[in-house]
Nanobody, 120 residues
Framework: QVQLVESGGGLVQPGGSLRLSCAASGSIFRIIAMGWFRQTPGKERELVATINAGGGRNYADSAKGRFTISRDNAMNTVYLQMNSLKPEDTAVYYC??????????????WGQGTQVTVSS
C-alpha cells in the first residue's frame, strides 16, 4: 500500500499565498504521476494540477498563472504553491499519486485532504 500525508492547508486572506505539501510512503516501486485535486460540498472533485515522472505539468484553467506544482523525486514529495488566492479557491485539497507498488501493479492513491479557506 501507498500512503499520502498532506500538510500546509489553513486560513488565508484573499490575495495571500499557501504552500501545500504531500509526502508519499509505503510500498512504492515507481511513481507515474502526482497531483492535487480539490472538492467543495455538493460538487465533484476536480483536478487542480498534476506533474508526471518526467516533470511534465498540467494545470486547470483556474490554476494557471497562480499555482505552481513541483516535485522532489528523491523524497516522493509533491508541492503546490498557491498565490493570489481567491475565495473561490476555498475547498478541501487532496493529494493523489498514480504509482506502481510492484513491477506489474499500479493504482491511484489518495491523501486524507487538507482544508484551504480563503476569506477576509
Amino acid at each position: 500500500q501507498v500512503q499520502l500525508v498532506e500538510s500546509g492547508g489553513g486560513l488565508v486572506q484573499p490575495g495571500g499565498s499557501l504552500r501545500l505539501s504531500c509526502a508519499a510512503s509505503g510500498s512504492i516501486f515507481r511513481i507515474i504521476a502526482m497531483g492535487w485535486f480539490r472538492q467543495t460540498p455538493g460538487k465533484e472533485r476536480e483536478l487542480v494540477a498534476t506533474i508526471n515522472a518526467g516533470g511534465g505539468r498540467n494545470y486547470a484553467d483556474s490554476a494557471k498563472g497562480r499555482f505552481t506544482i513541483s516535485r522532489d523525486n528523491a523524497m516522493n514529495t509533491v508541492y503546490l504553491q498557491m498565490n493570489s488566492l481567491k475565495p473561490e479557491d476555498t475547498a478541501v485539497y487532496y493529494c493523489s499519486t498514480r504509482a506502481y507498488s510492484d513491477p506489474k501493479l499500479w493504482d491511484d492513491y489518495w491523501g486524507q485532504g487538507t482544508q484551504v479557506t480563503v476569506s477576509s
